[in-house]
């Protein structure tokens, strides 16, 4: 008996040849394949498409004759495309949802299985819930497919594509020729994944001057997981120094997270980013809207809000949390700690090479370096510094640390009384003072995640080290 499929905050990952195999691949597209008949979607098709890593392409091909022996038709991309660009087409073509064979920043041996639905975002939790039943229902080997050479002639695969219809999008939320005219210097970092040559094709051949590394495919991205966070990005600092360039930014293995680093080199944490885009679209662009964040996200955009005038929302981690609530208020922005934001207009679904437009744009119509536009921040919600500590633990100690975790009812963290404990996603420890405490587990790896903000980087050191106590690590 094969072991049960279990979606993560976005999808389905295993390792390569172990538990993600062609089987279990085709497994899951025919449960999306009855997902879709289910709800009455099935005659419009599902876009599906694929990123850099290990033979992603073959397991896209899988997935595509997995739906045409269900008898729904699939638009299968043609070449590697960023998760946002698959996400957008399903928009585009008006298709019941999208699946995309990646595993974003998990390391190298993982594949992964993600479902858009068709508002172009990630499905909702009791979506997903009801996926899960029917891949599980379905055995292990022996799902019905029909060969991309014999689907095709019968219009069952449709080989598509889609960046330019994204690309022409783009060009209507931002204005290109003003970045192209701003003679920046851009280094971007893909991250030997999805968002390669994304940002030359765009603002190539013009005052700009680009300089990209890692922009060639390699599956084992050079030795680290493909997610855009300091430790990962230090070749991308180094590069920012050596040719004096104006901002740093990287896309991570599918392209739809976003870091940013510095004039100096120095990496601009996510909830500051999320914080800056938040203000770029409120001060900048003057648009108005609803906020979304996750719990993990920073309490500068409650100060935001409350200048501004808009509502903030506070979802569970994850899109499947995130793009339903978008969805539901209108939302001008919503984004969440791992560098994911998405913006109304758009797709409700996290867009890092739109996130990278954004920057530079405001970059350019503030006429300010990275630096400076986190000045011009803190001049409005005060300092906040921030960090997140990745804990590895054997699977079988999980259970004790939750236990331990349940039960902790702290009355004061780092000297600081504690003013509400949250345990809807994890454990949240919101202090008097406004700065916080969250732990929780990854839902794709056997990994804790502890995560402070606060006002100053000592305090937040401090408020990490009463996680690891109370988690007992």
Request: proline fraction near 6%.
């Amino acid at each position: 008996m094969a072991n049960p499929i279990v979606f993560g905050t976005d999808g389905w990952r295993a390792v390569i040849a172990d538990e993600y195999t062609f089987d279990n691949v085709r497994r899951c597209a025919r449960g999306v394949a009855n997902l879709f008949i289910e709800q009455g979607l099935a005659d419009r098709g599902v876009v599906v498409g694929y990123d850099t890593r290990f033979e992603s392409e073959a397991f896209a091909t899988a997935a595509a004759e997995a739906l045409a022996g269900a008898g729904v038709g699939a638009y299968l991309c043609a070449r590697t495309e960023p998760t946002p660009v698959i996400s957008y087409t399903i928009l585009e073509k008006k298709a019941a949802g999208g699946i995309t064979i990646t595993a974003s920043h998990n390391p190298p041996p993982y594949n992964g299985f993600k479902v858009r639905s068709d508002y172009g975002g990630a499905a909702n939790p009791e979506t997903v819930a009801r996926l899960e039943k029917l891949i599980n229902a379905i055995p292990p080997a022996g799902v019905p497919t029909l060969p991309i050479e014999d689907a095709t002639p019968k219009g069952l695969i449709v080989e598509i594509e889609p960046s330019d219809a994204y690309l022409a999008h783009l060009a209507s939320l931002v204005d290109f020729d003003s970045i192209r005219q701003s003679r920046l210097k851009i280094a971007v970092d893909p991250m030997y994944g999805a968002g390669m040559g994304w940002f030359p094709r765009m603002l190539g051949g013009s005052r700009v001057e680009l300089f990209e590394i890692n922009g060639e495919r390699n599956p084992w991205f050079g030795g680290i997981n493909p997610e855009p966070i300091a430790r990962n990005l230090q070749k991308l600092f180094a590069t920012v120094r050596s040719v004096s360039a104006n901002v740093g930014l990287a896309t991570d293995g599918d392209a739809d997270r976003l870091g940013v680093c510095d004039e100096e080199g120095r990496f601009i944490d996510q909830l500051r980013v999320f914080s800056l885009l938040a203000l770029y679209l409120l001060e900048v662009r003057g648009w108005r809207g609803p906020i979304v964040k996750t719990l993990s996200t920073s309490s500068m955009l409650d100060r935001l809000g409350e200048i501004y005038g808009v509502p903030v929302y506070e979802t569970g981690v994850g899109f499947k949390y995130v793009a339903p609530k978008m969805l539901e208020t209108n939302a001008l922005v919503g984004g969440e700690e791992s560098g994911g934001y998405a913006f109304r207009g758009h797709i409700p679904e996290r867009d890092g090479i739109l996130a990278g437009l954004f920057v530079l744009d405001m970059m350019v119509r503030l006429d300010k370096t990275p630096s400076q536009l986190v000045d011009f921040l803190f001049n409005k919600v005060g300092p906040h510094y921030y960090d997140r500590l990745d804990v590895h633990f054997p699977v079988d100690e999980r259970n004790a640390i939750l236990g331990r975790l349940k039960s902790a009812e702290p009355s004061s963290v780092a000297g600081t009384k504690v003013a509400r404990i949250l345990r809807d996603d994890g454990f949240k420890f919101v202090l008097g003072d406004g700065s916080w405490l969250l732990i929780r587990f990854s839902g794709t790896e056997p990994i804790m995640r502890i995560y402070a903000e606060s006002e100053s980087p000592d305090r937040v050191v401090r408020i990490l080290e009463v996680g690891k106590t109370l988690a007992g690590v």
